[in-house]
C-alpha cells in the first residue's frame, strides 16, 4: 500500500488550495479514505473523510464549508479542496486508508502518507 | 482541547514497561472501539493498535491494548529506544452535531 501526498504549499490567507493523494497496492473503490492534519508541533487533527462508495462524507466543525474531500475512482486518488484559508490551516495533511472494506467511517487507519505542508501566511 | 485526555508525557529506560492512559466519555470510547497511532520523530504516524486489543501484523507483542468503560489503555513492555516517540488514540464520537474522528493529544514517550 502506498499513499503519496501532493499540493502542498505556501499560500496567501482567503485563497485556495488543493491536495492530492495518489494510492497503489489496494483496491482504491474498497476503503473509506481520510484526510488528517498535524499543525507545526502540535498533535493529530481528523479533517475529513469520504466512504468507500462516496455516499458519506463527513468534516471537522473547523473546516466545514471551507473544504471539500472527493475522489477518482479512475485514478485511484483522492483529493481536498481548500477554500477561504486561514493562518491556523497550517499543517502537515496527511491522507489516511480507512482499516476496514466497505467502511463508511471509524477511527481506525491503516495505512498513512508521508504528508503534505500547508502553509498559510501573509 | 482534544475530547480524548492523554497525559501529555511518558518516560522509561530500555527494558522496562510503560503504559498509557486514554479518557473520553460514553459517546466515544464508552460506545466506540478505540485506536492507538504510533509516530516516530519526523514519520508519518503508523497504526499500533486496533478495535482496542489487536495489533496489525508487524506490530511486536510488546505492544498491548485495552479498553474498560470510558477509557482505554496502551502497554509496552521490553521498551526498546526505537519505541520512542508520539502515541496516539483514536476513537469515533457520537456527538450532537454529527459522528466525527477524535484524537487524543498525544502521549510523547521518552526512552532514557
Known amino acids: 500500500v502506498q499513499l503519496v501526498e501532493s499540493g502542498g504549499d505556501s499560500i496567501q490567507p482567503g485563497k485556495s488550495l488543493r491536495l492530492s493523494c495518489a494510492t497503489s497496492g489496494f483496491t482504491f473503490d474498497d476503503y473509506a479514505m481520510h484526510w488528517v492534519r498535524q499543525r507545526p508541533g502540535k498533535g493529530l487533527e481528523w479533517v475529513s473523510l469520504?466512504?468507500?462508495?462516496?455516499?458519506?462524507?463527513d468534516y471537522a466543525d473547523s473546516v466545514k464549508g471551507r473544504f471539500t474531500i472527493w475522489k477518482d475512482t479512475a485514478k485511484s486518488a483522492l483529493f481536498l479542496q481548500m477554500s477561504r484559508l486561514r493562518p491556523d490551516d497550517t499543517a502537515v495533511y496527511f491522507c489516511a486508508k480507512g482499516c476496514k472494506l466497505g467502511g463508511s467511517g471509524g477511527s481506525c487507519f491503516s495505512s498513512w502518507g508521508q504528508g503534505t505542508l500547508v502553509t498559510v501566511s501573509s | 482541547q482534544s475530547v480524548l485526555t492523554q497525559p501529555p508525557s511518558a518516560s522509561g529506560t530500555p527494558g522496562q514497561s510503560v503504559s498509557f492512559s486514554c479518557s473520553g466519555g460514553s459517546s466515544n470510547i464508552g460506545s466506540n472501539t478505540v485506536n492507538w497511532y504510533q509516530q516516530r520523530p519526523g514519520a508519518a504516524p503508523a497504526l499500533l493498535i486496533y478495535?482496542?486489543?489487536q495489533r496489525p501484523s508487524g506490530v511486536p507483542d510488546r505492544f498491548s491494548g485495552s479498553k474498560s468503560g470510558t477509557s482505554a489503555s496502551l502497554a509496552i513492555s521490553g521498551l526498546q529506544s526505537e519505541d520512542e516517540g508520539d502515541y496516539y488514540c483514536?476513537?469515533?464520537?457520537?456527538?450532537?452535531?454529527?459522528?466525527?474522528?477524535?484524537f487524543g493529544g498525544g502521549t510523547k514517550l521518552t526512552v532514557l
Open positions: 483514536a476513537a469515533w464520537d457520537d456527538t450532537l452535531s454529527g459522528p466525527h474522528v477524535i
Open positions: 478495535n482496542n486489543d
Open positions: 469520504i466512504s468507500w462508495n462516496g455516499a458519506y462524507i
